[in-house]
T-cell receptor, first 114, second 115 residues
Framework: DAGVTQSPTHLIKTRGQQVTLRCSPK?????VSWYQQALGQGPQFIFQ???????QRGNFPDRFSGHQFPNYSSELNVNALLLGDSALYLC?????????????FGPGTRLTVL | GDSVTQMEGPVTLSEEAFLTINCTYT??????LFWYVQYPGEGLQLLLK?????DKGSNKGFEATYRKETTSFHLEKGSVQVSDSAVYFC??????????????FGQGTTLQVKP
């Protein structure tokens, strides 16, 4: 049973560029959440997708957007990249109505903005 | 707003020593509480959880008790191993976000266990 997978593993971009990160949830899960983890910090919630709609959003600007596909996979898009967007981006999946907040995390995508 | 505060690290212990990592929280409702572990180069793994006051979560020799009166959820292990070296995160679920709502994390505590 495949767990949560993310691609790419690493990414290097320059300021002002746009980036798309991808996530496939654990088999059987229907909810995907995205988190940003800056170096030496705990993860910060970006947003959550369920039934192809954004259900919750954290305190992130509109440059951060996402999408969920009918197969429950998800993308995180970041426009107009800033140096401060350099971080590990984590995807977590869960099952709506399942065990309370049993979120499973992927290995993350390390984004470096130069 | 809701928040989680962990003791600062790094924590360095010898193998078989007793471990305590302190965690306190601030929340307006009744959150569920979690400990996650992150090994080098990996994502987060759920270590244990507790969903209501006085619940004790346990896994792999680690334990934590949900203390509403002190708003704490301290992580303990009686005898650590070198393989326990990792970063440990305390987290709560936003009580207003339903059972799959967002997690609010502490800043993490690095544990290094020496042979």
């Amino acid at each position: 049973d495949a767990g949560v997978t993310q691609s790419p593993t690493h990414l290097i971009k320059t300021r002002g560029q746009q980036v798309t990160l991808r996530c496939s949830p654990k088999s059987g899960h229907d909810t995907v959440s995205w988190y940003q983890q800056a170096l030496g910090q705990g993860p910060q919630f970006i947003f959550q997708y369920y039934e192809e709609e954004e259900r919750q959003r954290g305190n992130f600007p509109d440059r951060f957007s996402g999408h969920q596909f009918p197969n429950y996979s998800s993308e995180l898009n970041v426009n107009a990249l800033l140096l401060g967007d350099s971080a590990l981006y984590l995807c977590a999946s869960s099952l709506a109505g399942g065990v309370i907040n049993e979120q499973f995390f992927g290995p993350g995508t390390r984004l470096t903005v130069l | 707003g809701d928040s989680v505060t962990q003791m600062e690290g790094p924590v360095t212990l010898s193998e078989e020593a007793f471990l305590t990592i302190n965690c306190t929280y601030t929340a307006t409702g009744y959150p569920s509480l979690f400990w996650y572990v992150q090994y080098p180069g990996e994502g987060l793994q759920l270590l244990l959880k507790a969903t209501k006051a006085d619940d004790k979560g346990s896994n792999k020799g680690f334990e934590a008790t949900y203390r509403k009166e002190t708003t704490s959820f301290h992580l303990e292990k009686g005898s650590v191993q070198v393989s326990d070296s990792a970063v440990y995160f305390c987290a709560l679920s936003d009580p207003n976000s339903g059972n799959t709502g967002k997690l609010i994390f502490g800043q993490g505590t690095t544990l290094q266990v020496k042979p």
